[in-house]
Structures are given as C-alpha cells and as structure tokens.
C-alpha cells in the first residue's frame, strides 16, 4: 500500500513560533509537494521539489520555506507563524510525467 | 503564468441527473490533465487522468471527461449521479517544468445530490 505520511494531523501554534511540518513517502518518488487547502481556495502550491536538495517556488512562498535532505522526506517550515497560515496543508508525492499524485492526509494547523 | 479555473464553486443536483463539472487551463507548454475527489473528510483519489491519445476518457465511478485542446478545457461529466457523489471535485494540470513536474489545482467544485 502506497504511503504518505505527514508527522501530525492537528498542531496549534503561538504567532512568531518557527513550524516544521513533516512529510514522508515509501514510493521512490522524485516529485514531493506541499499545499495549503482553505475553503473556495482549492489546493494552493507553496513550494514543490523534483529531486533531493532541489526546490521550487510555487504559487504562494511567501513565509515558507522547505528541506529535502532525503529523497523520501520534504519538510515545509513556517520561518513565523502567523495567523493567516492557520489553514489545512497537505503533502503529496508523485512520479515522473502523467502518473497519479498521492496524499496526506493533512496536517490542520492553528495558529493563535 | 500557469492556472486552472474551476468556473462553478457549487454545483447542486437531484440525484439521477446529469452532471457537468467545468475546468479550464492556462499553459503555453504541454500538459497532463487530472480530476480528483475529496469525500467528507477524506483525503484526494483520483478519478481519471488525460495524457495523450483519445480526448474521451473515463474514470472510477461512471465519471467521464473531454480533453478540448482548442477551448484548453477538460470538463468532467457523468450521466447520472448518486447520493454518494457528494464530495468537492479538484480539476488539476501536471505541467513540465525543469526535470520534474509543477502539478496545480484548481478552486474545487462542491457537488451536492439532492434526493
């Protein structure tokens, strides 16, 4: 069974902390990517990676940042929390070309 | 830039009617096209994907969509829905980029059936 697995599924923050969010994948994927998902937003891009220490800005960077050490492990940081990154964000990994995404299942963070 | 536009956020439905769910892209490169569902409280499956080849294709649960390369759309449709279609359905593109692949979404459609 094709996994995704992102370290916590809820995680209340205080304004300012420093925020690691974790995602593994056990598929050999080489395409790994974080969203935010909010409501009438749909999945929104913030950073995606195609290979170990390579990375890309997506669609909304601002106030992340991401780590990918490790081909099976990419890492989505909030510098400073604020409250307006309190939203659900989902990790997914693919393969190479036209093959099917895989998800977490969600880490909803709070920020207060 | 790249983009998807998902045209309908609501799409209410009796259940057994017909279903259209709208999606349009913007891309000056080739791309992949895919639809995804999300349950209640579920994570994202996908439901079909275009690659190349024929514009028809179709997917799990009697879900069908076209590829109109002309209008850069690829609309999802069924002939007839259930209750359990009740879910938000994602249009996304897979565009290439360096050696990888940038794969975005678009706003969500909510489809709600209607006894």
């Known amino acids: 069974d094709v996994k995704v697995t992102q370290s916590s599924r809820y995680l209340v923050k205080r304004t300012g902390e420093k925020v690691f969010l974790e995602c593994v994948q056990d598929?050999?994927?080489?395409?790994m990517f974080w969203y935010r998902q909010d409501p009438g937003l749909g999945l929104r891009l913030i950073y995606f990676?195609?290979?170990?220490?390579?990375?890309e800005k997506g669609d909304i960077p601002e106030g992340y940042s991401v780590s990918r050490e490790k081909k099976e492990r990419f890492s989505l940081i909030l510098e400073s929390a604020s409250t307006n990154q309190t939203s659900m964000y989902l990790c997914?990994?693919?393969?190479?070309?036209?093959?099917?995404?895989?998800f977490g299942q969600g880490t909803r963070l709070t920020v207060v | 830039a790249q983009s998807v536009t998902q045209l309908d956020s609501q799409v209410p439905v009796f259940e057994e009617a017909p279903v259209e769910l709208r999606c349009n892209y913007s891309?000056?490169?080739?791309?992949?096209l895919f639809w995804y569902v999300q349950y209640p409280n579920q994570g994202l499956q996908l439901l079909l994907k275009?690659?190349?080849?024929?514009?028809l294709v179709k997917g799990i649960n009697g879900f069908e969509a076209e590829f109109n390369k002309s209008q850069t759309s690829f609309h999802l449709r069924k002939p007839s829905v259930h209750i359990s279609d009740t879910a938000e359905y994602f249009c996304?593109?897979?565009?290439?980029?360096?050696?990888?692949?940038?794969?975005?979404f678009g706003q969500g459609t909510e489809l709600s059936v209607k006894p």
């Open positions: 997914a990994s693919k393969g190479q070309g036209g093959t099917e995404a895989f």
């Open positions: 598929m050999d994927h080489e395409n």
């Open positions: 990676s195609y290979d170990v220490k390579m990375k």
């Open positions: 891309s000056s490169v080739s791309v992949y």
């Open positions: 275009y690659l190349s080849g024929s514009t």
């Open positions: 996304a593109v897979n565009i290439f980029y360096n050696q990888g692949g940038k794969l975005i």
